[in-house]
């Protein structure tokens, strides 16, 4: 027969069961299933301290059962047949559990701040591996003094401009990346003529077994012949866009309103233009620039702008994205201006090797008939640029002696 101590074995064990195993780690159970056990031991376990029995039972009811239903005992609860004999299983060892280490939190890094560029950064833009060379943003004077004996009447009234920041290409688009830029979009034809005047014998890109390429000995110098539409639609595929006039002047001479690009002193060896060298009546003979026609871009160092972009005097005229109106100056918005909203051609600045100095100053606007000539190229510029590293400028000595400004390679600044 079961004693009474037994009975109440069975029915603590019979209501854990019904909780469930979880329920069992409640400290209110737990010290029941203590008391419990302790009234048992003093009746079964003369030898062992009552208190030492009942905790060591407790703890191997905890740890080895997990539900009654599929542990070690076997128990029902109590009805009017005999009970059960309670069966433990062979004793098991515990599970000892490595201890638990404390998660240690990785620090979270604050991203240091994008790097605002500035004046001497520049980045390679991957299309082309055009160098964009960074203009700070800023307020000039934009046209010509009045006393300037140069200056023609649509470059005044001179007048205060203020522009966002943007980056402009250091150099002209040369004829290896308009060749490449056309084996990808084809010539097409906008405007009435096609993007490239491939026919003229003064254009120094050829079609050879259906493939764009330049001519021996000119992939490196500036493309020519190219139609605005050719000019505005290569500077979209490269993800850019032409320079407004505002842009294109403030590159040029910056806020301290530079003549040239360089300064205001007249230099015929700082730029390709009409020299001794050009074959036209109004030639420059006391000047020799080396060429006659175009140049590789880059040629003249010294004759880098404020920005460190190159060739914004000679070499050859540069599209610009605006509408030409000679009176525009008299209305222009005093905030980056975009020029007239419409017109009949549009407009052209730098002067080219086919013109003397007073065409080859920062202020100069010009515009010619027609749609594409053998001096006029042009370069892009853009607002914002793509996540490349900016590389900052350095100054290297050229075999003149002079100093050509460069990308540091190797260098990351960051993607701001």
């Not at 003369?46 to 191997?60: E, F, H, N, Q, T």
């Not at 007048?159 to 920041?165: E, G």
């Not at 190219?226 to 040029?252: D, F, I, N, Q």
Request: charged content about 25%.
């Amino acid at each position: 027969m079961a004693t009474s101590e037994h009975i109440g074995k069975y029915e603590i064990l019979a209501e854990i069961g019904r909780s469930g195993f979880a329920a069992a780690h409640k400290e209110r159970d737990i010290e029941l299933l203590e008391q419990a056990t302790m009234r048992m031991c003093r009746t079964q376990c003369r030898s062992v301290p009552a208190r030492i029995v009942g905790k060591v039972v407790v703890l191997m009811l905890i740890a080895g059962l997990s539900g009654l239903g599929a542990g070690c005992w076997s128990a029902q609860a109590p009805t009017a047949t005999p009970f059960p004999t309670a069966s433990p299983c062979p004793p098991t060892a515990m599970p000892t559990s490595p201890p638990t280490e404390t998660p240690t939190e990785t620090p979270t890094l604050t991203p240091s701040p994008t790097r605002v560029p500035i004046l001497g950064d520049a980045w390679v833009r991957p299309i082309d591996e055009m160098v964009m060379v960074y203009v700070p943003g800023g307020t000039f004077q934009m046209g010509s003094d009045v006393n300037d004996p140069d200056a023609e009447s649509d470059e005044r009234p001179p007048h205060r401009i203020t522009l966002d920041r943007f980056w402009i290409d250091q150099t002209e688009v040369t004829n290896a990346q308009f060749a490449t830029f056309l084996n990808k979009r084809n010539n097409q034809k906008e405007g009435g003529v096609t993007w490239l005047d491939l026919e003229d014998e003064s254009c120094l890109i050829e079609r050879v077994d259906g493939e764009f390429r330049p001519k021996s000995g000119y992939a490196d110098h500036p493309v020519i012949e190219v139609s605005w539409y050719g000019a505005a639609a290569y500077c979209e595929w490269a993800g850019a866009r032409l320079p407004t006039e505002a842009e294109w002047e403030y590159a040029a001479r910056g806020s301290e309103g530079r003549v040239f690009p360089w300064g205001d002193e007249f230099d015929g060896m700082r730029l390709n233009f009409c020299d001794a060298n050009c074959t036209y009546g109004w030639k420059e003979t006391g000047y020799d620039d080396g060429y006659e026609k175009t140049s590789p871009v880059g040629s003249y160092p010294s004759g880098t702008s404020w920005c460190h972009a190159l060739d914004m005097a000679g070499n050859v005229w540069e599209w610009v994205a605006d509408w030409y109106d000679s009176d525009y100056y008299d209305h222009s918005p005093s905030r980056n201006p975009i020029g007239p909203s419409s017109g009949a051609t549009h407009g052209l600045r730098g002067g080219g090797w086919d013109y003397a100095q007073r065409h080859v100053r920062a202020a100069n606007r010009f515009i010619k008939p027609g749609s594409r000539y053998p001096s006029v190229g042009f370069r892009c510029v853009s607002r914002t640029r793509a996540r490349e590293p900016l590389r900052p400028l350095r100054s290297t000595d050229s075999a003149d002696g002079m100093t050509l400004p460069t990308i540091r390679e190797g260098r990351n600044e960051g993607t701001g």
